[in-house]
């Protein structure tokens, strides 16, 4: 054979591995084909080119996803290339270590572990490191990792660091990828995916920071669309998903998934996964059809991939029952469920994390189709394996437990049920926090045990709270939040409390809506300048007249009391200049008719304008903390002081309140609920601070706040305190007040 010709040859085939590796599949495939040709006609079917040949040409096919042909033919390499050149003749290994590959994805973790750990124990013969051997040794760590072993995965891929950082550098790519890896790796439900089974919040968040600084230097070193960029960015929305960040996880999945798609094509790992994790990240955010897009897309593409055994289609099916069982399918949820399960069993084995993953989401069906026998059986038999293997407070656990409560609750065994909620309740409270999806569901299903018990107040209570942590964390029209909802309002029936019913009556006096107007809760005018265009102006429906008589009352509450406050800390930015202008000072080009009405409320308001000494004589007792932000004691007494009254302040701190309570809670303030007003002077500011401890904070830009705390107790349901522009604070009791 010609030199030229043999020449001709290594570039074509060092150009279909450059092919290869920028994704055009199928100019690879044709180059490396007539490579082949070419060398078997010219060499022979034993020389080690043409072996080099058919297993570039076996790894092509591989990403094809054609693994039948392509193990048969790295089995042929191996089969010529043992006995001729030897174990360990690099052509050798690299079909032993993609032969391992091909195993691994269809599913035989077995085989492809042996297959790995021969390679690594062959090509460490010569005491030499070397970047191939370091592959493999993370090739053999995802094997473990998927095993369930992540011990040992961990201490590989801390060793594969320590090499990849001697050979190739800290800003390589392969030693950026081995930094991802083992922070991945430390924190991992075995399943390659990063801290969705974690229970720490405190390792999440340092994971969390560590995958931000792979990843940007990541997209530093190698660029926006590196495999590991995207790799790293997947990862992170992962991470960002198990610390409950589900906005966050939504936006990087959705970014590493169009740029996966755009570089590395439809048929890809890095694609599948990130394909996979966003429609987890939809179904968490209650995007049912969304993520059920996405499940089908993600299962079908893995079913061409790997097959329907490998751990990644059974991964892909999983989700996309889960979704179908969100939607109600759950026949169709429950014939993919025990697919998964037999196939895991098969594959990881009866004590393998993901295997006992898949029998109790088959329980979880099996008891929304009735069966709550099978159900129970199921949950008892994961849940002792579970607590020896994962430990007694691992997420999965406690879920599996929660799982079973509901069965039990469904089975008549009231009191067994809420012992075991109560349990999980706290473990979930401890240790994911009072926002995560996992506790607030954990919660709900505490409260709906309270209330079949006929503890209707405690199960208020509990019931108020998640409703306002759900709406917080997932949104007002997540299913999550509408099934709370939906349970509050059965809880409330119980006690004779109607809920509102699509804003048909005006929130405030109640009747039946004939002209329907929007009435903010917090007026427009309140608003100090500079307060951000995101803080919600919540409008509640309201008839004409109640809007005309609460404007006039809302505006007397701002012209008085702005008239007083020192604007220093931006608390109420330009409401003063708001104030003057409307008793017509600092205004200008007015109409005479406007200036005479402006003149005339003038005297309106300093009607209630006397002098500090007068106010004393007469109210001798009264105790004055600060006026105009000056100790009342450092005043004269022709100082001017504006006086506040309960029927100044009352109807609009009441006005908001009941705004409050049907865009919170859905609920009308009528009997047999009233409502009643205390204006908060200074030195009592901490009187009530047990019962606002954990109240709920809502902040309404830098000069509008309101807590608002549900108490233990019968007669009183709901307590507001309303903060406005840090000058007057007025509390508000919801309740049976009557008397």
């Known amino acids: 054979m010609e030199d030229g010709t043999l020449d001709t040859l290594i570039e074509m085939s060092r150009l279909a591995v450059v092919r290869h590796h920028q994704g055009d599949l199928a100019e690879a495939h044709r ?93 460490g013969r010569s005491g030499e490191e070397n970047t191939f051997t370091l592959r493999v040794l993370n090739e053999l760590a995802s094997v473990l990792l998927t095993q369930g072993d992540s011990a040992g995965a961990y201490a590989l891929l801390e060793k594969l660091l320590d090499g990849r950082r001697r050979l190739l550098g800290e800003e390589h790519p392969e030693t950026l990828q081995a ?30 920071g560590l995958l931000e ?15 590991s960029t995207i790799q790293a960015m997947s990862d992170l929305g992962a991470v960002l998903l198990a610390q409950g960040n589900l906005r966050g996880a939504r936006k990087m999945q959705e970014a590493a998934l169009a740029k996966s798609r755009l570089t590395l094509g439809e048929q890809n790992r890095t694609t599948l996964t990130a394909m996979g994790r966003l429609g987890t990240a939809l179904r968490r955010q209650g995007d049912l059809a969304g993520a059920q897009r996405l499940g089908e897309e993600a299962l079908s593409t893995s079913r061409r991939l790997y097959g329907n055994e490998s751990v990644l289609t059974l991964e892909a099916m999983d989700e996309l029952a889960e979704v179908l069982h969100l939607q109600g399918d759950s026949a169709s949820a429950r014939g993919l469920r025990e697919k ?86 706290s473990a979930f409270r401890r240790l994911r926090g009072d926002y995560h999806t996992d506790t607030l569901l954990a919660m709900n299903n505490l409260a709906v045990t309270m209330a079949t018990q006929g503890d209707l107040i405690g199960a208020r209570v509990l019931q108020e709270q998640v409703l306002d942590n759900s709406r917080r964390a997932l949104g007002p029209e997540h299913f999550n939040t509408l099934l709370v909802k939906q349970n509050l309002a059965l809880t409330l029936k119980s006690q004779g409390i109607g809920t509102a019913t699509a804003g048909s009556r005006c929130v405030h006096c109640l009747k039946h809506l004939e002209q329907k107007t929007a009435d903010h809760v917090f007026p427009r005018s309140w608003y100090p300048l500079g307060t951000p265009d995101s803080v919600q102006r919540w409008t509640v429906p ?27 800390d931006g608390a109420a930015t330009g409401v003063p200049a708001k104030a003057l202008r409307a ?44 006026l105009n932000g000056r100790p009342a004691d450092g005043l004269d007494d022709m100082a001017p002081v504006a006086i506040l009254t309960i029927g100044l302040v009352a109807p609009v701190a009441e006005k908001i309140v009941r705004g409050l309570e049907f865009k919170l809670v859905g609920r009308y303030i009528e009997p047999p609920l009233s409502l009643k007003c205390f204006v908060v002077p200074p030195e009592k500011i901490h009187a009530l601070d047990d019962v606002f401890e954990k109240s709920t904070d809502l902040e309404f830009g830098p000069g509008l706040r309101v807590l608002r705390a549900v108490p233990m107790d019968n007669e009183i349901f709901a307590m507001y305190r309303i903060i406005i522009w840090k000058a007057l604070t007025v509390d508000v009791a919801v309740g049976r007040l009557s008397h």
């Open 542 to 568: 309201s008839c004409p007249q109640c809007n005309k008589r609460l404007a006039l009352a809302e505006k007397d509450l701002m012209v008085t009391l702005a008239l007083c406050i020192n604007d220093t």
């Open 340 to 425: 998964v399960a037999e196939g895991r069993l098969r594959l990881l084995g009866e004590e393998h994390p993901k295997t006992l993953e898949a029998v109790v989401s088959l329980a979880v069906v099996a008891y929304a189709q009735g069966d709550c026998a099978r159900a129970r059986e199921l949950d008892e038999q994961a849940l002792p394996i579970m607590r020896r293997v994962l430990g007694e407070e691992h997420p999965s656990v406690l879920t599996t437990m929660d799982n079973l409560a509901g069965v039990m609750h469904s089975q008549g065994d009231v009191k067994a049920a809420r012992e075991l909620q109560e349990r999980v309740v």
């Open 179 to 208: 930094v991802f890896g083992l922070a991945a790796a430390s924190l991992t439900k075995g399943d390659g995916a990063p801290a969705a089974a974690v229970h720490d919040q405190g390792k999440l968040a340092a994971l969390h």
């Open 583 to 626: 008793i017509g000072i600092g205004t200008s080009e007015l109409s005479e008719i406007e200036t005479s009405h402006r003149e005339k409320y003038r005297r309106k308001i300093l009607s209630r304008v006397v002098p500090y000494g007068l106010l004393r004589r007469v109210l001798p007792s009264l105790r004055v903390g600060e």
């Open 31 to 123: 180059l490396q084909q007539e490579v082949l040709a070419t060398s078997r006609k010219m060499l022979g079917e034993n020389d080690r080119f043409t072996l080099l040949a058919l297993s570039n040409l076996a790894e092509i096919l591989r990403a094809q996803g054609n693994l039948g042909e392509a193990r048969e033919m790295q089995e042929s390499v191996l089969v010529k290339s043992r006995p001729t050149l030897g174990d360990g003749d690099q052509v050798t290994l690299a079909a032993m270590a993609s032969l391992g590959t091909m195993l691994e994805q269809q599913g035989d973790l077995a085989g492809a572990r042996r297959q790995f750990e021969e390679v690594i124990a062959i090509s």
């Open 213 to 227: 600084e792979v990843l940007a230097t990541s997209r530093r070193v190698l660029g926006e669309d590196h495999p």
